[in-house]
């Protein structure tokens, strides 16, 4: 059906992500036609532009599905007015500010017989359903989790990410573990955590996260850092019976005892679409909370530890 007619779609907030990725794939994507945007400071060639998203759907009420590509704080407003339209709504990550606005969120979607899918981009990485599966009946012993950045080359001039709400490394580290509990045939569970938060921000600039499972087993730790100059490193490893298998490249290349096994290219967002695509026909909703509920967690029982100021 959604060959034949284009799902009308509006994109809400111009910035870096929209037009890195959700643009290109949404051209790419035929089950949706792109009739809108809604930004207070940019403009997208060849569709209607708006500044607020209710001027957006006052005016075209044809528009059938919205992507929110907001940071979290404002994204809720959005997200409510438009399920409250009846639109079916795509967030980004990380889905919102709160638990309990998401909760909020998947509420007001079932009331309006609307889709709303929580996307969680890393889990569309080419080599995350390898690793799944050869994690499925392997004894795990260990695991890994490496994610260290340069905020200052891929969060420039992005000011909002040091304010609450904005989740400082957690934000990259989201990433992380919607791959990690994706991937593990056990739920990851909290045990502690550090947050390096600078003197002048909200948020954290580095955390280390332990976790297990219920019933011991084996211990899952996370190091997620923003002050890495040089390489950069995503890696997930996980020590099993069957070898050590790594996942590189933010899930990009899987290799087991350093031998690559799967290497595909990157196509994350237009998977992403085509999910929402496949949700919305079968009339379904995506909101897996696990990796934002494993942040909440660890801002509960984390030691907080003030590290000096950080300045762009
Ligand atoms: P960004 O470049 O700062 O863009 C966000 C856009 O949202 C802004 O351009 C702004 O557009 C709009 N906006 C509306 N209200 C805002 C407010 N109160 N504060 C800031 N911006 C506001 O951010 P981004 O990197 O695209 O990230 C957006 C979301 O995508 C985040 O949740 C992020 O985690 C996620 N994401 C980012 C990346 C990445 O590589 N950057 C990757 C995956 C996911 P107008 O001012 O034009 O309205």
Known sequence: MTMDSPIPLAIVGVGKIARDQHLPSISRTPAFALRAA????????????FTDIEACLAA??????VALCLPPEPRFAAAITALEAGCHV??????????GETDVLADL???????????????????VQPAKAFLADRAIRKVTITWREDVRRWHPGQGWVWEPAGFGVFDPGINALSILTEILPDEALLRA???EVPENAATPIGVTMTMGIAG?????DADFDWRQEGP?????????????MSLTGGGKTMAVDGKVVSDEPEAE????????????????????????????????LGRRVAVEPFHE
């Open 38 to 49: 809604v930004s207070r400071n940019a403009e997208v060639d060849g569709v209607q532009n």
């Open 60 to 65: 075209r009420p044809d528009v059938k599905a």
């Open 90 to 99: 795509l967030l980004e990550k990380p889905p919102g500010a709160t638990l």
């Open 109 to 127: 979607a079932r009331e309006k017989g609307v889709t709303i899918f929580a996307t969680w981009h890393s889990r569309f990485a080419p080599a």
């Open 193 to 195: 955590a550090r947050l």
């Open 216 to 220: 011991g087993g084996y211990e899952i």
């Open 232 to 244: 950069q490193t995503w890696e997930i490893a996980a020590e099993t019976d069957g070898g050590l």
């Open 269 to 300: 967002y237009d998977g992403i679409y085509k999910r929402f695509a496949d949700l919305i026909e079968a009339g379904e909703s995506d909101m897996d909370m696990r990796p934002l509920r494993l942040v909440a967690d660890a801002c509960l």
